[in-house]
């Protein structure tokens, strides 16, 4: 198998979280080992912590009959080791970095272990009055190692000063424990070099990226403010001054591909569709065993698994309860500790929430609803504009985007460069970029009908790809160029096939298909086929032994979750529904459309770090406004 395929990541909705995001599965039947097995690509079973606490063992919870050092039973020696916090290795001034051990499998304490790759910028006060707040980008596959990173231009003082801010890199992820899914001769057989860049590939033109694993389906993430790690995504660690929250992506898969045909052709998943992608998520699971330092390390990365690791991290660095902050997929994560470790919850805060009661496609259908209303939201305004490059009523509208961004396949725009030079925009990128604008706020569509009607009507990208790079989501066009961002996809892969059921039924799948076909023509059109990532996940062979399930965390401390009104990657009504279920849960709104709130918009930053660092929650009925748009953006749309 080679790495081309494999790098083609494509337009699927995914979870998620993401955004971007999504959840995916496979036929799974509960093992006899119960409901902390997985089911494997070979049909015999794997353990896997992600399905929770067995309801038959009293201390899966992590609090119930623990040994007199506070540790479940079986294991002592993870709880009880030290870490040797030193200089990190890319000499980063005023860091520490750290490993701790976890075991492969819960079930099995004594088998194989993992690393888990820490670092921690102290508290600025010198003695973190508050422990560690551990932080989590999401994803999944973000690196919390590069978050932190950037964190001290993005909290507040007195958080910097209160805790020792902590990232850690999941198992399978970063500098832990890699999740590994080619070789080096592989690399270099392809035209790149282990550790450098990984080859494009013969998808790389589909303008989708690890980075932007939502490809064409993300929305804008916290890149609304700097950049989007689901969305960052595309490098774990931002290149920009704040650390980003990660999206969700979408498995590496040719099921990305557009349907090919008259735009108002139906998308279809026929026999050799759904066979061929499943058998390609189970040569890239094979790979994956392959390769990987610890070859079951693909049984074992759910979020379950996750979030034991991450009690094992609480104590590890001395702390009695948790103090966590998790953005975006994060806060699958910080939901499932909260439901295993209740009484070991401290401050925690989940900051655009995902529900973790959804399904895979559950997800998908949520994401892609919300931008489809958000396609013709812009659609409607435009329509009532001079100038507007469509015509006719909304659905007419759509029909004609539909055309216009197919027919860039083709005969792509052409760019003016500030040099003088021409290039080109493909269908993917010109997608993207007026994605990212119609889901960006209102202020953004004036600028977008001009570009649109530059495009549309003279062939001519130079404008869209100007105010396109001004859009929230900008980051997220760009192609395949590194191994990280391949090892980001194949992670998200992983994590989103082991959290929810297998699919495993063609007749559902084309369900699925139709009803995206009808639901969303736009997205479905442009390659957003939800049944695509069911089907990839099936052949991957790694899924959950039970359906996703409401958290309740009973007996725990008050979790502060934060939704915004227009976050597109993880919307609203999940921070609702998490807020409900949980019985401490605590919401607050944020009016706007960024990913990740705490970390762009002024009152969430404010009120987040006041729970943090002073225990007080918002008032039941108090909102944030959206933060006026920067002058520099604004006055570079007004000048469209």
Same mark, same amino acid.
């Given at each position: 198998m080679t790495l081309a395929w494999r790098f083609r990541l494509g337009h699927l909705a995914a979870a998620l979280t993401a955004l971007s995001l999504s959840a995916a599965l496979t036929?799974? #039947? @509960?093992?006899?080992?119960?409901?902390?097995?997985?089911?494997?690509?070979? &049909?015999?079973?794997? +353990?896997?912590?992600?399905?929770?606490?067995?309801?038959?063992?009293?201390?899966?919870?992590?609090?119930? %009959?623990?040994? !007199?050092?506070?540790?479940?039973?079986?294991?002592?020696?993870?709880? /009880?080791?030290?870490?040797?916090?030193?200089?990190?290795?890319?000499?980063a001034v005023g860091y520490q970095c750290a490993t701790a051990t976890v075991p492969l499998s819960y079930d099995d304490p004594d088998g194989e272990t993992v690393s888990i790759a820490l670092r921690r910028l102290p508290a600025s006060d010198g003695t973190a009055e508050l422990g560690s707040l551990f932080l989590n980008p999401g994803g999944p596959g973000g690196s919390g190692t590069g978050m932190v990173a950037a964190?001290?231009? !993005?909290?507040?003082?007195?958080?910097?000063?209160?805790? /020792?801010?902590? &990232?850690? /890199?999941? #198992?399978? *992820?970063? %500098?832990?424990?890699?999740?590994t899914c080619w070789d080096a001769d592989e690399l270099t057989q392809s035209g790149g070099a282990a550790g450098d860049t990984a080859p494009s590939g013969e998808g790389a033109d589909d303008g989708a990226t690890a980075a932007t694993a939502a490809g064409a389906n993300a929305a804008p993430a916290a890149d609304n403010n700097p950049a989007p790690a689901e969305e960052a995504e595309a490098s774990p660690t931002p290149d920009v001054a704040a650390p980003q929250p990660s999206g969700d992506a979408t498995p590496p898969s040719d099921a990305a591909t557009p349907p090919s045909g008259d735009a108002s052709t139906a998308p279809k998943i026929d026999d050799i569709f759904w066979t061929s992608t499943a058998a390609k998520g189970t040569a890239d699971a094979n790979a994956c065993r392959?390769?990987?330092? *610890?070859?079951?390390? $693909?049984?074992?990365? &759910?979020?379950?698994? *996750?979030?034991?690791?991450? /009690? $094992?991290l609480r104590s590890a660095v001395g702390d009695k309860q948790l103090s966590y902050l998790g953005y975006s997929y994060g806060t699958t994560i910080g939901s499932a500790y909260a439901e295993l470790f209740p009484g070991n919850v401290g401050r925690a805060v989940l900051d655009s929430a995902q529900d973790p009661a959804l399904t895979r +496609?559950?997800?998908?259908?949520?994401?892609?609803?919300?931008?489809? !209303?958000?396609a013709r939201a812009y659609l409607e305004s435009c329509l009532g504009q001079a100038g507007c490059p469509v015509t006719g009523t909304v659905d007419e509208a759509v029909s004609q985007l539909i055309a216009f961004f197919k027919g860039l396949s083709t005969a792509p725009l052409t760019v003016t460069q500030e040099d003088g030079q021409t290039g080109q925009m493909d269908a993917a990128t010109a997608f993207n970029h007026a994605q990212n604008l119609w889901l960006a706020r209102p202020e953004y569509w004036p600028a977008l009908t001009g570009a649109l009607s530059q495009a549309m009507t003279r062939h001519d990208g130079t404008e869209l790809a100007r105010v396109g790079a001004l859009a929230p989501g900008a980051r997220q066009i760009s192609k395949p160029t590194s191994q990280q961002e391949a090892a980001y996809a194949m992670t998200y892969t992983a994590v989103i096939c082991a959290d929810s059921p297998d699919v495993a039924d063609q007749a559902t799948?084309?369900?699925?298909?139709?009803?995206?076909?009808?639901?969303?023509?736009?997205?479905?059109?442009?390659?957003?086929? @939800?049944a695509g990532t069911d089907a990839y996940c099936h052949g991957w062979g790694v899924t959950a !032994?039970?359906?996703p399930a409401e958290v309740h965390a009973s007996g725990s401390a008050p979790i502060l979750v934060v939704g915004v009104t227009g976050d597109s990657q993880t919307p609203y009504s999940w921070a609702q529904s998490l807020a409900s279920q949980l019985d401490a849960g605590h919401l607050l709104t944020v009016e706007g459309y960024e990913h990740g709130a705490s970390l762009s918009n002024s009152c969430a930053v404010s009120r987040v770090s006041d729970y943090l660092v002073n &225990?007080?929650?918002?008032d039941e009925a108090a909102s944030c406004p959206i933060d006026p748009l920067p002058a520099d953006v604004a006055e570079a749309l007004a000048s469209s």
């Amino acid at each position: 198998m080679t790495l081309a395929w494999r790098f083609r990541l494509g337009h699927l909705a995914a979870a998620l979280t993401a955004l971007s995001l999504s959840a995916a599965l496979t036929a799974c #039947r @509960p093992s006899p080992a119960g409901p902390g097995s997985a089911q494997n690509g070979s &049909g015999s079973s794997s +353990t896997q912590a992600e399905s929770g606490p067995a309801a038959d063992d009293p201390a899966a919870d992590g609090s119930a %009959d623990p040994s !007199s050092s506070g540790a479940p039973a079986g294991l002592e020696s993870f709880y /009880d080791q030290k870490l040797a916090w030193t200089g990190c290795a890319d000499g980063a001034v005023g860091y520490q970095c750290a490993t701790a051990t976890v075991p492969l499998s819960y079930d099995d304490p004594d088998g194989e272990t993992v690393s888990i790759a820490l670092r921690r910028l102290p508290a600025s006060d010198g003695t973190a009055e508050l422990g560690s707040l551990f932080l989590n980008p999401g994803g999944p596959g973000g690196s919390g190692t590069g978050m932190v990173a950037a964190a001290a231009a !993005s909290y507040t003082p007195e958080m910097l000063a209160s805790y /020792d801010l902590v &990232g850690f /890199d999941p #198992r399978g *992820v970063g %500098d832990s424990t890699r999740l590994t899914c080619w070789d080096a001769d592989e690399l270099t057989q392809s035209g790149g070099a282990a550790g450098d860049t990984a080859p494009s590939g013969e998808g790389a033109d589909d303008g989708a990226t690890a980075a932007t694993a939502a490809g064409a389906n993300a929305a804008p993430a916290a890149d609304n403010n700097p950049a989007p790690a689901e969305e960052a995504e595309a490098s774990p660690t931002p290149d920009v001054a704040a650390p980003q929250p990660s999206g969700d992506a979408t498995p590496p898969s040719d099921a990305a591909t557009p349907p090919s045909g008259d735009a108002s052709t139906a998308p279809k998943i026929d026999d050799i569709f759904w066979t061929s992608t499943a058998a390609k998520g189970t040569a890239d699971a094979n790979a994956c065993r392959t390769y990987s330092e *610890v070859g079951g390390l $693909i049984d074992h990365m &759910g979020r379950f698994d *996750v979030a034991r690791d991450l /009690d $094992i991290l609480r104590s590890a660095v001395g702390d009695k309860q948790l103090s966590y902050l998790g953005y975006s997929y994060g806060t699958t994560i910080g939901s499932a500790y909260a439901e295993l470790f209740p009484g070991n919850v401290g401050r925690a805060v989940l900051d655009s929430a995902q529900d973790p009661a959804l399904t895979r +496609t559950e997800v998908a259908d949520a994401q892609l609803a919300y931008r489809e !209303s958000r396609a013709r939201a812009y659609l409607e305004s435009c329509l009532g504009q001079a100038g507007c490059p469509v015509t006719g009523t909304v659905d007419e509208a759509v029909s004609q985007l539909i055309a216009f961004f197919k027919g860039l396949s083709t005969a792509p725009l052409t760019v003016t460069q500030e040099d003088g030079q021409t290039g080109q925009m493909d269908a993917a990128t010109a997608f993207n970029h007026a994605q990212n604008l119609w889901l960006a706020r209102p202020e953004y569509w004036p600028a977008l009908t001009g570009a649109l009607s530059q495009a549309m009507t003279r062939h001519d990208g130079t404008e869209l790809a100007r105010v396109g790079a001004l859009a929230p989501g900008a980051r997220q066009i760009s192609k395949p160029t590194s191994q990280q961002e391949a090892a980001y996809a194949m992670t998200y892969t992983a994590v989103i096939c082991a959290d929810s059921p297998d699919v495993a039924d063609q007749a559902t799948w084309n369900a699925e298909a139709a009803k995206a076909a009808e639901e969303y023509p736009l997205m479905s059109a442009m390659g957003s086929l @939800p049944a695509g990532t069911d089907a990839y996940c099936h052949g991957w062979g790694v899924t959950a !032994s039970s359906a996703p399930a409401e958290v309740h965390a009973s007996g725990s401390a008050p979790i502060l979750v934060v939704g915004v009104t227009g976050d597109s990657q993880t919307p609203y009504s999940w921070a609702q529904s998490l807020a409900s279920q949980l019985d401490a849960g605590h919401l607050l709104t944020v009016e706007g459309y960024e990913h990740g709130a705490s970390l762009s918009n002024s009152c969430a930053v404010s009120r987040v770090s006041d729970y943090l660092v002073n &225990g007080a929650l918002p008032d039941e009925a108090a909102s944030c406004p959206i933060d006026p748009l920067p002058a520099d953006v604004a006055e570079a749309l007004a000048s469209s």
